[in-house]
């Protein structure tokens, strides 16, 4: 079974700071990891993935997400954010098993409030 | 770009009344999926779907929920009696193809069960 957990519920930052929500997760099997960014009203939208290779992945909108096998991290960092990057973020893992594609297992999503 | 769609966006029912939620997936995808996400709590799996079967389901997922392609376009959720607790957002989600790393998400249906 996989879990995945968000260590920060809310992170309020002020405009142009650097940001890091922290993500963990715990799997018996190899997976692939995600965040997703959802804005007020709007689905779900993938911001960056880890499949395989190089631990550093960069996605949409200037974020970045560092894989961290022996920690079994991925938080997700953005070196300047925006106002409109004010949203909830949520990590997810899913096993890399061919049967079990699409499930995704989601942590409990970290709300970012930027603030001018 | 293309998306998923979900109709409608909110949905108040009756304890007991039958829901049925709505998703037009993107058009070349095979495969469906619905999530659910009650207030305040993790965005939880429910069901996948392919070649018009149930490829996989969560334990959430009892016979009280089906899903259906009743058509080329549309996928649908239907819950036959609802409870209080089935309030929740419901978000559909298709792909290309199996794998998790290329679904693509609707905006969601708040579902309010009174």
């Known amino acids: 079974a996989q879990s995945v957990t968000q260590l920060d519920s809310q992170v309020p930052v002020f405009e142009e700071a650097p940001v890091e929500l922290r993500c963990n997760y715990s799997s018996s099997v190899s997976v692939y990891l995600f965040w997703y960014v959802q804005y007020p009203n709007q689905g779900l939208q993938l911001l960056l993935k880890y499949l395989s290779g190089s631990t550093l992945v960069k996605g949409i909108n200037g974020f970045e997400a560092e894989f961290n096998k022996s920690q079994t991290s991925f938080h997700l960092r953005k070196p300047s954010v925006h106002i409109s990057d004010t949203a909830e973020y949520f990590c997810?893992?899913?096993?890399?098993?061919?049967?079990?594609?699409?499930?995704?297992?989601f942590g409990q999503g970290t709300e970012l409030s930027v603030k001018p | 770009e293309p998306e998923v769609t979900q109709t409608p966006s909110h949905q108040v029912t009756q304890m007991g009344q039958e829901v049925i939620l709505r998703c037009v997936p993107i058009?070349?995808?095979?495969?469906f999926y619905w999530y659910r996400q009650i207030l305040g709590q993790k965005v939880e799996f429910l069901v996948s779907?392919?070649?018009?079967?149930?490829?996989?389901k969560s334990e959430i997922f009892d016979d009280q929920f089906s899903v259906e392609r009743p058509d080329g376009s549309n996928f649908t959720l239907k819950i036959r009696s609802t409870k209080l607790e089935d309030s929740a957002m419901y978000f559909c989600a298709s792909s290309a193809d199996r794998g998790s790393e290329k679904l693509f998400f609707g905006s969601g249906t708040q579902l309010s069960v009174l």
């Open positions: 997810a893992v899913s096993p890399k098993i061919y049967n079990q594609g699409g499930k995704l297992i």
């Open positions: 058009s070349n995808h095979l495969y």
């Open positions: 779907f392919y070649n018009n079967e149930i490829s996989e």
